[in-house]
């Protein structure tokens, strides 16, 4: 089972203005079918996806990809969507739109999708995408998540949580994480956290993350972040050179 996370700059490509010259507006056909395409490359049985697009688009999407949808509406402007083969059983949001929503928790998305990945076992998963730019509601977002999460473990012991979490591992949802034995991938088959947004012109991060609940540790294989070519460049920016995002997609394979 291959499982992905992947922020995609609402489907602009990155930089926008030269990946409009081949694929031209995000809600162009040529868009929707260069990322389907996209997708089905990283070839995951579950991804999740942040800075999403709308319903509309995104359905145009799982269906040609053949695949479930559930999608995560943003109390702002960042939708968030789960793509998976398994079928799915239930979803939830927890963030919504309210008066002032872009300065309180939750502004971007946070849901989850319980699965049955083969027919007796639940999972669920769980895809956030953290505020970008301010610490303390990222803590104020974690202790949120931290509560729905050791509700969500009474329902099944397997869980697993990816995302944009616009933070390194030193901040606090990842210190709620390891306290409730959920492990990141990379730290523990992939070699070492690794820089997610690492393309021409941008800052280089590591801020997008998958961790999987105990019970799942001893069934990862092993974990990369995708630098393939079309996902990241090292330049220098000529005319016509774009890449799919300016951040990467993260993947991790369980037995």
């Given at each position: 089972m291959r499982i992905g996370t992947y922020n995609v700059l609402g489907l602009t490509g990155y930089p926008r203005e030269e990946a409009e010259k081949t694929i031209g507006d995000r809600l162009s056909q040529d868009a929707t079918n260069?990322?389907?395409k996209v997708f089905q490359e990283l070839n995951c049985d579950i991804l999740g996806l942040q800075e999403g697009v709308t319903f509309p688009q995104i359905q145009r999407i799982a269906v040609?990809?053949?695949?479930n949808l559930a999608t995560f509406p943003s109390p702002v402007a960042w939708p968030g969507h789960l793509i998976t083969k398994f079928p799915i059983l239930e979803s939830r949001t927890f963030s919504h739109t309210i008066p002032h929503a872009a300065d309180l928790p939750l502004s971007r998305c946070a849901g989850a999708v319980l699965l049955d990945p083969d027919?007796?076992?639940?999972m669920w998963v769980m895809v956030i995408h953290l505020h970008p730019s301010r610490e303390e509601l990222r803590d104020l977002e974690a202790e949120i998540l931290?509560?729905?999460?050791k509700k969500m473990l009474d329902d099944t012991d397997q869980f697993i949580i990816m995302g944009d979490f616009n933070c390194e591992v030193h901040e606090q949802i990842h210190t709620y994480l390891k306290e409730l034995k959920f492990s990141n991938v990379m730290e523990e088959v992939g070699g070492g956290v690794q820089w997610t947004m690492d393309t021409i012109g941008i800052k280089q991060h590591k801020i997008d993350h998958i961790y999987v609940s105990q019970p799942l540790i001893s069934r990862l294989v092993n974990a990369r972040v995708v630098r393939d070519e079309g996902?990241?460049?090292?330049?220098p920016q000529v005319d016509g050179?774009?890449?799919?995002?300016d951040h990467l997609p993260v993947t991790a394979n369980l037995k």
């Open positions: 260069h990322f389907i040609g990809m053949g695949m027919n007796h076992t639940l931290q509560n729905h999460i996902f990241r460049n090292d330049g050179l774009w890449v799919h995002s």
